[in-house]
């Protein structure tokens, strides 16, 4: 069955670290790779998606992922992070069949000065 | 290019009460999902449809929940009578028919209700 698992439920970070959210996912076939973010009273807004070529993708506000199939995992990275990237970043497996999709419980990022 | 709009943005009400939530996906998306997103959760699939059409509703707790696209286009989400464990922010998202490899889906900024 297709899951998606985020280890941290929370992160905290200072202004200017680096980042690194983790995403493992389970899925039979070659997977359809996303990560969101959600800003508080927000809804889901796309940071980058993995559907084949090359394993490193670079998505909005400097985010990059790589995927790497022999560890099941979908890692979203930052290298300085910014006090607008407070949020909570959710990662989420699309499934051939139906389009749907299956997301992680997200992690939720705090930025201190 | 306009989003997916969602309204109300916020709604309190009492449990027992019915409400209703409205979508517009973006234009020419013909799929549109409906998800549930419980506080410290993962949105959840509560239906799909395509076009006017029923594609996934298994998890449409359909004794309270409603949901309809009569003209293709825009939906109504529905709950009556509603119970305190439905409070969430209930997302609407769109994206274009998928025939063979997965299309990426757009999210309006969600409703959030409060079942007092």
């Known amino acids: 069955a297709q899951s998606v698992t985020q280890p941290d439920i929370h992160i905290t970070v200072s202004e200017g670290a680096s980042l690194e959210l983790r995403c493992n996912y389970s899925?039979?076939?070659?997977?359809?790779l996303f990560w969101y973010v959600q800003s508080p009273g927000q809804g889901l807004q796309l940071l980058l998606k993995y559907f084949s070529g090359d394993t490193l993708v670079q998505g909005i506000k400097g985010f990059e992922a790589e995927f790497k199939r022999s560890q099941s995992s979908f890692n979203l990275r930052k290298p300085s992070v910014h006090w607008s990237d407070a949020a909570e970043y959710f990662c989420a497996v699309g499934a051939t069949a139906g389009n749907q999709f299956y997301f992680g419980t997200g992690t939720s990022l705090t930025v201190i000065p | 290019e306009a989003g997916v709009a969602q309204s109300p943005r916020y709604k309190i009400i009492e449990k027992r009460q019915s409400v209703a939530f409205w979508c517009n996906p973006i234009?020419?998306?013909?799929?549109l999902y409906w998800y549930q997103q419980i506080l410290g959760q993962g949105p959840k699939l509560l239906i799909q449809?395509?076009?006017?059409?029923?594609?996934?509703d298994s998890q449409l707790p359909k004794d309270r929940f409603s949901a309809e696209r009569l003209k293709g286009v825009d939906s109504t989400l529905k709950i009556q009578p509603a119970k305190l464990e439905d409070s969430a922010v209930y997302l609407c998202?769109?994206?274009?028919?998928?025939?063979?490899?997965?299309?990426?889906?757009?999210f309006g900024p969600g409703t959030r209700l409060l079942v007092l």
């Open positions: 234009s020419g998306h013909a799929t």
């Open positions: 449809f395509q076009n006017n059409g029923v594609v996934d």
């Open positions: 998202a769109s994206s274009l028919v998928s025939d063979y490899q997965v299309e990426t889906q757009y």
């Open positions: 899925y039979g076939a070659t997977p359809y």
